[in-house]
């Protein structure tokens, strides 16, 4: 994550969010003060989904990518949802915390972990150690580090992504060519870009990857590339020439030594192929200049990957993401790799965005889906902390994830603070903040679980060489993007490409893709509700709602505006404002049918005090009525929170759950055990 992972596209959207019912709420900071005070601590009782984890992880095998989709060796399939563990967390956390939170996630049912910011500079220790001179040399202290989390990890049926290039910052005593002139009056250098085109930087890195994936952990016994619950590496983090750091190299950047390297490769690559040499280095421009920069990346890709594969690693490789802004443009190099990863972070209000009007984050995602290939989102989250609406983002990312087909899905992050005591509140700590806390447990099942169906219809962005490259084709830009997305599956094909004889154009049977026409909105102009093709969830954009219905999970969340919203199954009547609930089954069967029956529940709720762990946390209010089995009961997750009689009755075919008499439970069984 880096400031430029929150893009700018949000600048605007954040200004126009006064004409949504959002901001009429959070203005209101009078009502939040009288809010009770609650928090949500690492050791307090969760439900538990560890039983979706198979234990330890790597018990099928290594991880395979087979037609588009993620499996394990033995033929297991997988869906990942996963979190990002960062930064201090990594290095700052004792042993028994460590464990601790292994467990805690297994119960949340999370099956990933990226460990990130590892290497940052801004990081101490960090992996290279205290010493900010050196960054050739792992440090074996925070290595143990590294093991002890990897291990606990891995008993508990959570795999581990690995990211070989984060933060580092290059040092003077790298031995970095033109080294000075990176820097500029700084003694460490950002390499972003440079390292597309400088060989020196290129050793480093592959100096650095070799040791890190050679590393034996010395719990496990194996080296992290041997591990099979070690599933995939990313070269390099947020690190693209296609949008971000192209620009870096040119000319008027006063690096005099780079940019004389960075001209000569663009004027050959564009006389031996054909293409302008005049246009073909203007890195700022959607045209030639697009495809030499994704054949500059696949060079340097192309000289990584042998490296991670001689180690031993068998897992995916994603070489960096499509993040901040980019356009399909930027995907072909991320080809290379056997994954396509993608960031993206979202704005207050999303769930009132009208579609024909403006881009929401998912969306953004949506284009890095290159059909015949798995898709990983390693960064997800709202952009500002704390949006009042942010427990609504878990609901709507698994749902958009199961429709989509999309392989593993990461927020930003579990934590970023030591995890030995209380956490801070911020955008990066999730951990202790029941603004996302509360509902990752319901998003976790239904996206694993499949409690959602994929989409009936798939429309395909299937572009000639000269619009693919020469028209800057985003959610931004295109109607037809956002209007479709929430409808129906939506994929990006590669081009067929003179210039890029490596890049595999792709194939597809017409008749099971709709081609999409960016221009066209593919919603009603009277419309106030984009609705799944399946008929399974949908989200009323005019009142900021959505909903779920399925057979195994029935949710409502956004602004209920004093009405009555009904599912197959739940009556969902609630009297606070905004609020999101949500009933699933947890054995399997329909709600109907279920013997056991998890509701989570979740609302608003701001730090009492910018580094306190307290939190402010809106009661929610109301009645649900739950069709299922009469003998079940109800009970909260905790076992130390007793339910009054009143909380639960059955009348009449139904379960009458009054959420004002839950003594503050969000997490609730509705099951035959006492």
Sequence with gaps: MSLFGITKRFLYVLLSLCTLPVCTLAQDSSASGKWPIDRVLSYAPTPDLSWLNHKPAGFHGKILAQDGALVFEDGTPVRFWGVNLQAYALFHTNLNSVELHAQRMARLGINLVRIHHHDSHWVGPNVFGSDPSDTLNLDPASMQKLDAWIAALKRQGIYVWLDLHVGRRFTQQDGISGFDEIAGDDDIADVRGFNYISPSIEARMIKFQNAYLR???SLTGLTYAEDPAVVAVMLTNENDLTHHFGNALLPNKNVPMHSELFMAMADEFARGNGLDPDET???W?????????????RRFNEQLIPVVRDSGFEGLISTTSLWGGMTIAGLPSLTVGSIIDAHSYGAVGEIGFDPRQQSGFLEWIAIAQVEGMPLSV???NIGEFPAEDRFITPLRVATSAAHQGWDAMMIYGYSQQSLNRSTSPNNWSMAEDPGMIWMMPAAALLFREGHVKQAENTYAICLDEDTFFGRPVSPETSVAIRTVFEQSRLVTCMPETRAL????ATKLNRDEYGPLDLDRSYLAEDATVVAADTGEFQRDFGNARFTVDTGKSQIAAGFFHDEVITTRNVVFDLTTPMAAVAVQSLDGNDIAQSRQILISISGRSVPVEPQSAAFRVEPVTGILQITASADLKLRSVDPG???PPKAHQYENGRHIVD????????WLYLDLLQ
């Design 215 to 217: 590393h034996e952990n």
């Design 281 to 283: 280095w203007r890195t």
């Design 285 to 297: 421009e959607h045209g030639d200049s697009k495809i030499f920069l994704n054949d500059l990346e």
């Design 378 to 380: 390693s960064e997800w």
């Design 501 to 504: 004889p490596w890049l595999a």
């Design 641 to 643: 929170r007793a339910l």
């Design 659 to 666: 959420l004002t008499e839950l003594n503050g439970a969000r």
